[in-house]
């Protein structure tokens, strides 16, 4: 894959831009701790050049820009909103701040209801017992299956012919390759073998890789997690895949 060197204010302006980006990332957890007990925490945009999360920045946007070439210039012109069909300009508001009588208007166009002095006020909202849902895989876009595909090969080749039967090896050599250690989370192991997830989103983009290691490499799976900061990638649980025909 070609090389496109772009500083740092570029790789956030072409994110913001494309159809595809990723959100959030997870403090990681150590080689010791259990998975699920990272926590959440923003790409600092003042980090410098050298910093991982800003490698990383320049990683998918440059896998994002190949899987999507019709993405829209950023040297292109904006149209204003007055110069689109349609546009009417809003009317100034009849009163200001603090002035607007019952029933009418106020500057943010909500009518205030004003209660007698006797009414009873709504009981406040308590937080509800209820215990939220798991998080569940979510549908990728297709460039988000683009950008996966081309993270997965990537990550598949960095490991082939290696024998990766531990987490250890598994995280040395990813995290050489411009994925961040806050973005490398362990997962349990499936019968033996070491697994850990990529957190690959940002600013509004679903894409996460399950990597597992076998003894002639890495098996690798892109996926679907909800954007939300909340919902950690090593909490997501996976679509059960249809086992292979035995004959």
């Known amino acids: 894959m070609r090389s496109i060197p772009l500083a740092k204010p570029v790789l956030v302006a072409a994110l913001g831009c494309m159809v595809l980006s990723g959100c959030g990332t997870q403090n990681a957890a150590t080689d010791q701790a259990s998975a699920g007990s990272a926590v959440s ?50 009317p ?77 090896v598994m995280h040395t050599t990813l995290t050489s390759m411009e994925y961040p250690a806050s973005r490398i989370h362990r997962m349990p192991s499936h019968a033996g073998a070491p697994r850990a997830r990529l957190d690959l989103r940002f600013i509004g983009s679903n894409l996460a890789l399950e990597v597992t290691g076998t003894s002639s490499g890495v098996i690798v799976e892109a996926f679907g997690a909800p954007e939300t900061e909340d919902v950690k990638v090593t909490d997501v649980k996976r679509k059960p895949k249809l086992d292979a025909p035995t004959s």
């Open 92 to 168: 100034p508001p009849r009163y200001g701040s603090g002035e607007t009588p019952p029933g009418g208007p106020d500057t943010g166009g909500d009518i205030p209801v004003p209660l007698p002095s006797d009414a009873t006020r709504p009981p406040e909202s308590t937080p509800s017992a209820v215990k939220p849902k798991p998080a569940r895989e979510v549908p990728l876009t297709g460039i988000e299956r683009c950008s996966g595909s081309e993270h997965a090969q990537r990550v598949t080749e960095a490991f082939k012919n290696t024998e990766t039967t531990s987490y250890q």
């Open 41 to 90: 925490t923003a790409t600092p945009l003042d980090a410098p050049l050298d910093d991982p999360e800003t490698r990383f920045l320049e990683l998918i946007t440059r896998i994002t820009v190949d899987c999507a070439p019709d993405a829209p210039d950023d040297r292109a012109e904006v149209p204003q909103p007055q110069d689109l069909p349609g546009w009417e300009e809003a």
